[in-house]
Nanobody
Framework: QVQLVESGGGLVQPGGSLRLSCAVSGLIIRRNGMGWYRQAPGKERELVATVTSIGTINYADSVNGRFTISKDHAKNTVYLQMNSLKPEDTAVYYC????????WGQGTQVTVSS
């Protein structure tokens, strides 16, 4: 059974940075595409960043140039470095398999506010 445990969220001022982590068990991330998703209040979940099994990376236009997705195969962990955060980045962030997500973890709350 795949388990996804996100962490690293918090309250940050506009322009600040956060690094999210996603510890994965029950699945070898080296063999799978992985993605970070987010869901803001009252909105549908959206895809933020993806990395394929061969390392191809893509970002949503809204975060391109500010966010960086990476993986540590030895730790079976996926990361999302978020810089120059904006209030509109406020959401619960989730990681999951891409393009066919498994069950969702609890996510980690990111709040960007002054």
């Amino acid at each position: 059974q795949v388990q996804l445990v996100e962490s690293g969220g918090g309250l940050v001022q506009p322009g600040g940075s956060l690094r999210l982590s996603c510890a994965v068990s029950g699945l070898i991330i080296r063999r799978n595409g992985m993605g970070w998703y987010r869901q803001a209040p009252g909105k549908e979940r959206e895809l933020v960043a993806t990395v394929t099994s061969i390392g191809t990376i893509n970002y949503a236009d809204s975060v391109n140039g500010r966010f960086t997705i990476s993986k540590d195969h030895a730790k079976n962990t996926v990361y999302l470095q978020m810089n120059s955060l904006k209030p509109e980045d406020t959401a619960v962030y989730y990681c999951n398999v891409y393009p066919l997500p498994h069950s969702w973890g609890q996510g980690t709350q990111v709040t960007v506010s002054s």
